[in-house]
């Protein structure tokens, strides 16, 4: 390490510990080495463990060399702790004190082309002589820009692994940089998706929306979820909002609230396509096996947007709980782009069981046992897996940003949104923050398609995540066992509340493409 960089550290380490230590009550001695990390490794290494009855963290032995090498492992218990941690903003202001001058932008493209290193980013600032990055192209402000260039460079010189290396127990891994995201999950991030402009007309579009939202949250996730945000439901056309009344249902209601899209969301779409499908090329190109798209994943370039759920979260509290999103309408291996805008929140993942290739099924007749077991819960009988249970990815999704939810997503990975001790308010939207999550509903998988069950509505997809030989299998079960009876929600989204159905199962069979193949 150069002198010069150790008299900046020296006089960055003093401020950091003057003024955030004050704000998070850290030690001095910890940021120090905080901050040491930051200057050696290509992002900050922070292990820490406390146990659960609020004993204060110990350092703790390296546990997950692969993840620590270029990302932050986190106790997953304490998010009081996840709060103290330095994010892409730290390391940018660390950065900018070696580097004074340059434009926090042209900073921000060096530490994403160098990966999060620090000092990387700083000797790379200093030895270009134009003091702007070759490479690295993340923070767009254009659809054009990104697709004249690799999505990142850093993604081009590494392979990402398939499957994902686990993340320990207990652990959450905070990705600071976008470059990191789809080494740790499913998905990808693009910071500053859209232009400014429009990103901001429709955040202002959305906000005019919220007020109206209804409370039904429950209804939106699979049951068992706490879901303490508002949201609503957005069809692209009338057409469609006339056939989803009365038809399409989730959670074994029907939703009356259907919308059509505002004209600012029409006017993303076709960015949102385009980048989605590159995306899903992109991925078939260089993560999946002998570069082929999984079994069931939709034609590439086939990905269009039928829907969508918006979301807001007003405050810090507000959130939702662990779920996967509902595979009934959007089929097997879908995939799901997510737009955030206003207050910067985290969404977290973590897999909850293993992604199967071959997802083949035999006609069976109905077999209820497999579905109890499945619905047991981890400590299920003696046929259950008990998958490995792993930590989680956390991901910190600023105003403007796309994250896509690739095919492993739903299937084998369940995403919250986390509540927060604290957020930094957004100038247009207050404390709140917008989700919209764009969606590909399939033609073949329409209400009047799919099968009945017993009780004589439509039956909701699931897949089998913990009997180990039938893992990954799909199946048609009955959504009366999921319906709310009226009066009875409640904040906990947990209970006996619901109705207990007509316990049909059938199982589910698909083509390559991921239409159904109906006996
Ligand atoms: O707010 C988010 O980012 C996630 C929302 C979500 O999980 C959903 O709409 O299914
Ligand atoms: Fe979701």
Redesign the pocket.
């Known amino acids: 390490m150069s002198k010069d960089i150790n008299k900046k550290r020296n006089f960055f380490e003093a401020f950091a510990t003057s003024s955030k230590s004050k704000i998070h009550g850290k030690q001095p001695l910890e940021k120090k080495q905080v901050l040491e990390d930051a200057l050696s490794k290509s992002a900050i290494v922070h292990k820490e463990q406390s146990d659960r009855s609020g004993n204060p963290p110990k350092q703790v032995e390296d546990r997950g060399t692969d993840i620590t090498k270029d990302a932050k492992v986190m106790n997953a218990q304490d998010p009081q702790k996840d709060e103290e941690e330095e994010s892409t903003d730290f390391k940018l202001a660390l950065l900018s004190s070696l580097q004074p001058g340059l434009p926090p932008e042209t900073l921000l493209e060096f530490l994403l082309t160098c990966n999060g290193s620090v000092e990387d980013a700083s000797k790379m600032a200093s030895s270009s002589p134009s003091k702007k990055p070759t490479s690295g192209v993340t923070t767009q402000s254009s659809l054009s820009t990104y697709l004249s260039g690799p999505p990142d460079a850093s993604q081009s010189t590494r392979k990402i692994p398939f499957p994902l290396p686990a993340i320990p127990k207990f652990k959450t891994l905070h990705l600071t940089t976008p470059s990191q995201v789809p080494f740790y999950a499913p998905t990808t991030l693009h910071p500053s998706f859209l232009p400014t402009s429009t990103a901001n007309k429709l955040l202002s579009e959305c906000l005019g929306e919220v007020p109206s939202f209804g409370r039904y949250e429950f209804r ?2 699979e049951r068992n979820v706490s879901s303490p945000h508002t ?1 609503a439901f957005y069809v692209k056309d009338q057409e469609m909002a006339e056939r989803h009344r009365g038809g399409y249902m989730y959670n074994g209601s029907y939703l009356d609230d259907i919308r059509t899209f505002t004209p600012t969301m029409h006017a993303v779409i076709p960015l949102v396509e385009a980048h989605v499908n590159a995306e899903i090329n992109n991925r078939i190109q260089t993560v999946y096996p002998d570069s082929k798209k999984l079994k069931h994943m939709l034609p590439p370039g086939k990905w269009h947007i039928t829907s969508a ?1 918006m ?1 807001c ?1 007003d405050g810090a509290k507000q959130s ?1 709980g662990w ?1 996967s ?1 509902q595979l009934t309408y959007l089929g097997p291996r879908s995939v ?1 782009a ?1 737009i ?1 805008l206003g207050v910067e ?1 985290e ?1 977290r993942l973590r897999r909850v069981a293993p992604v199967i290739l071959d997802t083949e099924v035999p006609f069976e007749p109905e077999d209820e046992e497999y579905v109890q077991d499945e619905e047991a819960g981890e400590e299920g009988g003696g046929k259950t897996w008990k998958w490995q249970s792993e930590g989680q990815a956390s991901i910190h ?1 600023p105003h403007n940003s796309l ?1 896509v939810m690739h095919a492993e997503c739903q299937e084998s990975w369940k ?3 986390h509540p927060a001790n604290n957020i930094q308010p957004h100038p247009v939207a207050g404390g709140k ?1 917008i ?1 919209i ?1 764009f969606r590909c509903y399939r033609e073949s998988l329409r209400p009047d398609k799919i099968p009945k069950c017993k009780c004589g509505v439509g039956c909701v997809l699931k897949t089998v995540q913990r009997v180990k030989e039938k893992m990954g299998w799909y199946f048609w079960g009955c959504q009366v066992a999921n319906q709310w009876k009226e009066g009875e929600d409640d904040e906990s989204g947990k209970g006996d509340k619901k109705e207990a159905g007509c316990g049909y199962l059938v199982w589910a069979k698909f083509d390559e493409d991921g239409d159904p193949i109906w006996e």
Do not use: E, Q
Request: glycine residues 0%; aromatic residues 18%; without cysteine.
């Open positions: 939106l996730f949201a759920f979301n979260y939702v779920h999103d799901i997510s955030s929140r969404f999704l994250l995403h919250s949104i923050r989700n999550t």
